[in-house]
């Protein structure tokens, strides 16, 4: 089963204007980490925000905050007011676990985010 | 900025051809990962290291091989590049930790011909 749902391939947004990026994850550890990167065209990742699952406020990072609904297992990306280089892959990631020496980050498929002037 | 480092940006090689690609970091990070992506797909992990002598396989089955010997270098080796070898490679590294992000260099994009 895919421990990541990204179920959105493409998104639209004016210049601007909000935008949620959508994201449910799939554990049974109580501990564990998500993760959002940004990826241009020209190929690097970019991290944009961490929400821990012990967090009890939503994380946020200038312009990105991200919607953590703990009992539905989502981790929604919001960007305010979009700008044309806000236009890039969107990758939703999780760890799981405690300790120095366990898990990796888990990607899901990623979302396409076009910004229009 | 992170201080992670791959070379070459971009390699086109020829069948059979034995290729190394290059990894390095001077965070002083235990954990290092090669990341595999298809254009516009998702990342798959192939391998990761927690330090210096461990190596492990990811979820996707890779014909590449890693080594570590050093902190801070983690190069990926195919013996007989394929075709099917086409993609891109991210190397990435973090502390350990639920909560650290990985650092990700700027990849390498190799075709295969």
């Known amino acids: 089963a895919q421990k990541i749902t990204q179920t959105q391939p493409g998104m639209f947004v004016q210049e601007k204007e909000a935008v949620t990026l959508d994201c449910t994850y799939d554990?049974?550890?109580?501990?564990?980490?998500l993760f959002w990167y940004k990826q241009p065209s020209s190929g690097e990742m970019i991290f944009l925000i961490y929400?821990?699952?012990?967090d009890q406020q939503n994380a946020t990072e200038g312009r990105y905050s991200l919607n953590f609904q703990k009992a539905r297992k989502s981790a929604n990306l919001v960007i305010s007011a979009s700008q044309l280089g806000d236009s890039a892959m969107y990758f939703c990631?999780?760890?799981?676990?405690w300790g120095a020496g366990y898990s990796t980050l888990t990607f899901g498929k990623g979302t396409m985010l076009l910004v229009s002037p | 900025e992170a201080d992670i480092y791959q070379t070459p940006r971009y390699l086109v090689i020829g069948t059979g051809k034995k290729i190394t690609l290059e990894c390095s970091q001077t965070?002083?990070?235990?954990?290092m990962y090669w990341y595999q992506q298809d254009p516009g797909m998702e990342l798959h992990l192939i391998h990761y290291?927690?330090?210096?002598?461990?190596?492990e396989k990811g979820d996707l089955s890779s014909e590449s091989t890693v080594s570590r010997i050093r902190t801070e270098h983690f190069p990926l080796t195919l013996e007989s590049a394929r075709p099917s070898h086409t993609s891109q490679y991210l190397c990435?590294?973090?502390?350990?930790?639920?909560?650290?992000?990985?650092?990700f260099g700027q990849g390498t994009r190799l075709t295969v011909v």
């Open positions: 990435a590294s973090s502390y350990p930790g639920r909560d650290t992000e990985a650092f």
């Open positions: 965070m002083g990070h235990d954990k």
């Open positions: 290291s927690y330090g210096v002598n461990s190596t």
């Open positions: 554990t049974s550890d109580p501990s564990y980490g």
């Open positions: 929400q821990g699952s012990y």
């Open positions: 990631a999780m760890r799981e676990g």
